[in-house]
């Protein structure tokens, strides 16, 4: 079953057993497990809370598949799922009273290319990841769903429940940090 078919089973508000359930789940870890650990890395800045949370997010969407009735994309659910989750973390006692030291270098990976190319993508890739791991997370999250995951930002607005002319603002300050921060760097 391909999205669209699962978007249609769903919202026909037919009885989900736990099989189609599991393949649902399959499908989402499958298409979007890597992006997701991607997402929540930009949040938390350490590999294995990263892992963890996004197990934990498909575990979530496995127990609350029965409420999605199909008026957005799984896509945008999931992502919805995900970022409440995430946020949700960053407020939580165990996060603010843990340290966070561990930093993942490469986490975008490059397209293919030849050496060089690569070694100069992958140092630029790099000072742009860390330029944007540094902002503020109010930031970080509409930079990552907008430019990473290439969701439009009528999108964001319903994943995150910020106004749309809000992220706007929020990517133009973005830019202007990020910016910033690499024509400091390059001096």
Same mark, same amino acid.
């Given at each position: 079953?391909?999205?669209?078919?699962?978007? *249609?089973?769903?919202?026909?508000?037919?009885?989900?057993?736990?099989?189609?359930?599991?393949?649902?789940?399959?499908?989402?870890?499958?298409?979007?497990?890597? +992006?997701?650990? @991607?997402?929540?890395?930009? *949040?938390?800045?350490?590999?294995?809370?990263?892992?963890?949370?996004?197990?934990? !997010?498909?575990?979530?969407?496995?127990?609350?598949?029965? #409420?999605? @009735?199909?008026?957005?994309?799984?896509?945008?659910?999931?992502?919805?799922?995900?970022?409440? @989750?995430?946020?949700?973390? =960053?407020?939580?006692?165990? @996060?603010?009273?843990?340290?966070?030291?561990? /930093?993942? =270098?490469?986490?975008?990976?490059?397209?293919?290319?030849?050496?060089?190319?690569? !070694?100069?993508? +992958?140092?630029?890739? #790099? #000072?742009?990841?860390?330029? !944007?791991?540094?902002?503020?997370?109010?930031?970080? $999250? !509409?930079?990552?769903?907008? *430019?990473?995951? $290439? =969701?439009?930002?009528?999108?964001?607005?319903?994943?995150?429940?910020?106004?749309?002319?809000?992220? /706007?603002?929020?990517?133009?300050?973005?830019?202007?940090?990020?910016? $910033?921060?690499?024509? $400091?760097?390059? /001096?």
């Amino acid at each position: 079953m391909n999205e669209a078919e699962y978007k *249609y089973d769903l919202s026909k508000g037919s009885a989900m057993d736990e099989h189609n359930k599991e393949d649902i789940v399959d499908h989402l870890i499958d298409v979007y497990g890597d +992006r997701i650990l @991607h997402m929540a890395y930009t *949040y938390v800045k350490n590999e294995a809370t990263a892992e963890d949370l996004t197990q934990d !997010v498909f575990i979530k969407c496995y127990e609350k598949l029965d #409420q999605f @009735h199909g008026r957005s994309s799984l896509k945008t659910w999931l992502y919805c799922v995900a970022a409440n @989750h995430f946020r949700d973390y =960053l407020k939580s006692w165990h @996060h603010r009273k843990v340290s966070l030291n561990e /930093k993942v =270098l490469s986490y975008f990976p490059s397209q293919n290319r030849n050496v060089e190319e690569t !070694v100069v993508a +992958r140092d630029d890739e #790099q #000072q742009l990841s860390e330029a !944007v791991m540094a902002l503020p997370v109010k930031y970080r $999250e !509409v930079v990552f769903l907008h *430019y990473y995951e $290439e =969701l439009p930002l009528a999108d964001v607005s319903r994943m995150t429940g910020v106004n749309t002319n809000t992220l /706007k603002t929020r990517l133009t300050r973005a830019r202007q940090l990020l910016k $910033e921060m690499i024509s $400091e760097e390059e /001096k």
